[in-house]
């Protein structure tokens, strides 16, 4: 039994009598409490703290709560027999279908009609080894229903690939084949990597600046809304998405999905030995769709706001979990792995549940994806060898951004700000902040040399709010990102933090030193502003409105030079390194 505590949600003190009958007792206000439902998903100890109680309340109640708790599921491994066909079945007879050539980081796919009987996704092993020269790569298979497997496996390099199978079941053992690995598609460049110590590029070495939104449970949605947020996206400056497996149950998020990752039970629960081949097709269908508009698909594989169950399923069902999604996604080149949102809201899952996740997914993942781990409050171990990538959720709906340059020398990984509150108007502090802001705090993680996220909460009379269910974007905000993007994408590749830019100020600034030097104002409004850059170099100056999203000339110079500003907030100075032949000021 796992016993409740200072981390456990309200929502599920609540949904147990004899823990229910204690929070009561201590807050009566919660019986009849219309916001009930918005605090649900709060932790005992976050709630204490927002409603202004002290540790001492805190303490009694988690005292009091001692012993009483829910039984965590104990479910032992499922251990597949060593064979599971009969002897009548033939050796590699298995009928087996697969192209003859894939082009490089694209998914190339072996499909098996073998056995349907017993159950398939637990009982019966299936791997492939892939070889180039004498380089060999091992892949998982899958079970995909109605006695369909799948091996699915992302060539990175041109050549003469060859494979054979290796499993349980007699008919699949044993199979050989080959293919062609031609070169990359149009605008295929890879997986995206950590490039450097602080930044990100494809496979391929071209250059990715992650510009992504937030919008969760979309692919939870009606067919007609998730058409509608794939032509929205494909009209976006949003290269990634975050986005959940499990659907979302929170404020404006009530509705029942069509689909679910396992098959329902005549009870109204799931049956998690199995998995539902047609929810994970719809999904990997979206992620290909995804891939095709050239957008990183952040799948975020547990989180707390739970109303079905999993997000306290068995260690055997949470590993069987993500062995499978592994096995059925890592061939896609645009996937990134992220263990949770909100990690530290997930009360049934401790520290060791996390690092056995991180380590199964680098362990089972061949192509060896991005993996990052977000958070509420306490910040995980970013310095674990399998997480490539700080992904962070602000810890004050004030200071976010202008954090990003300590967390990149504390922990020294890419820092992404997945969460820093988002462009709305409902009742929360994290989802009401203005568009202007949320492009500000876009430009502080930039030029402290990190990369932000955007989400949008914007109420609409249906109440669907692009954060969760996608659809379409209102907010002001996309097109002052998607004006950064383009900045962005004309100057270097890794923009790494700056001081001492611009005199009588210790203005935010990120670059290439004495080549590229991006700066930016913020709140500041400087009726000018004076650079003393060095004299044998002729440098072209310009003056960004960051907000209203011009650029204006402001001459190129060399040695000191005073640039005349507006006198208004949201500005922003680019300094770029020219050739001038004759050395003369323009």
Not at 120 to 141: E, M
Not at 283 to 294: D, I, K, N
Not at 357 to 369: K, M, N, S, V, W
Request: charged share 25%; net charge negative; with cysteine.
């Amino acid at each position: 039994m796992t016993d409740f505590n200072a981390m456990t949600p309200l929502g599920k003190l609540l949904g147990n009598p004899e823990a229910a009958e204690v929070v009561y007792a201590a807050l009566p206000e919660m019986r009849d409490s219309v916001d009930l439902e918005l605090v649900q998903g709060l932790p005992l100890k976050f709630l204490a703290l927002h409603t202004g109680l002290d540790e001492a309340w805190l303490d009694d109640i988690v005292a009091q709560l001692s012993g009483i708790g829910d039984p965590k599921p104990l479910e032992p491994p499922i251990v597949p027999p060593a064979q599971f066909e009969s002897g009548e079945a033939a050796p590699a007879s298995a009928p087996c279908r697969f192209e003859s050539v894939a082009p490089r980081w694209g998914v190339f796919e072996v499909t098996l009609d073998g056995p349907a009987h017993d159950n398939p996704f637990t009982d019966v092993v299936l791997r492939a080894n892939f070889t180039l020269g004498h380089r060999t790569v091992s892949v998982s298979g899958f079970y995909d229903g109605d006695g369909s497997y799948q091996i699915r496996f992302m060539p990175d390099a041109e050549g003469p690939w060859r494979f054979q199978t290796y499993s349980n079941a007699r008919s699949m053992d044993g199979i050989e084949g080959s293919f062609s690995c031609t070169p990359p598609g149009p605008g295929q460049h890879g997986p995206v990597q950590v490039a450097g110590t602080h930044h990100f590029a494809y496979a391929d070495g071209t250059p990715y600046r992650p510009v992504g939104t937030t919008c969760y449970a979309w692919i939870h949605q009606t067919e007609q809304l998730q058409r509608q947020t794939l032509e929205t996206l494909a009209a976006s400056p949003f290269n990634k998405v975050r986005m959940c497996i499990f659907p979302k149950s929170f404020v404006y998020n009530n509705n029942e999905p069509e689909l679910f990752a396992f098959p329902r039970l005549d009870d109204g629960g799931f049956d998690t030995t199995r998995f539902n081949p047609e929810f994970f097709r719809r999904l990997e269908q979206r992620v290909t769709e995804l891939g095709e508009m050239g957008i990183e698909a952040d799948l975020i594989l547990f989180h707390p706001y739970d109303r079905w169950g999993f997000a306290e399923l068995s260690a055997a069902a949470d590993d069987r979990y993500l062995r499978y999604i592994v096995s059925r996604l890592s061939a896609h080149a645009n996937v990134w792995w992220s263990l949770a949102n909100e990690y530290d809201l997930l009360w049934d899952k401790d520290e060791a549940d996390w690092e056995r996740f991180g380590t199964l997914i680098r362990e089972q993942d061949p192509h060896g994806h991005l993996i990052g781990v977000h958070n509420c409050v306490e910040f995980y171990d970013h310095t674990r060898p399998w997480v490539t990538h700080c992904s962070i959720q602000r810890t004050d709906d004030y200071r976010t951004a202008e954090n990003t340059t300590q967390w990149r020398e504390k922990w020294q990984k890419p820092v992404v700000v997945d969460e820093c509150c988002y462009e709305g108007d409902i009742e929360m502090t994290w989802g009401n902040i203005s568009g202007e802001e949320l492009t500000r705090r876009f430009w502080e993680a930039t030029v402290r040399g990190g990369y932000a996220t955007h989400g949008e909460t914007l109420l609409d009379p249906s109440e669907n709010l692009w954060w969760s269910h996608g659809g379409e974007l209102r907010g002001q905000s996309p097109a002052r990102i998607a004006f950064l993007r383009s900045i962005l994408e004309e100057g270097p590749h890794a923009l790494e933090p700056i001081r001492g830019i611009g005199n009588r100020g210790s203005y935010s600034a990120a670059g290439v030193p004495g080549e590229y030097y991006l700066v930016y104002l913020g709140i500041f409004r400087p009726r000018m502003l004076s650079f003393d850059l060095p004299p044998e170099e002729s440098y072209c100056y310009e003056v960004i409105d960051t907000w209203n999203m011009t650029i204006d000339n402001a001459g190129t110079h060399r040695g000191p030079r005073r640039i005349d500003l507006p006198g208004r907030p949201a500005m922003a100075i680019r300094i770029s390194r020219v050739d001038s032949p004759d050395g003369q000021e323009q």
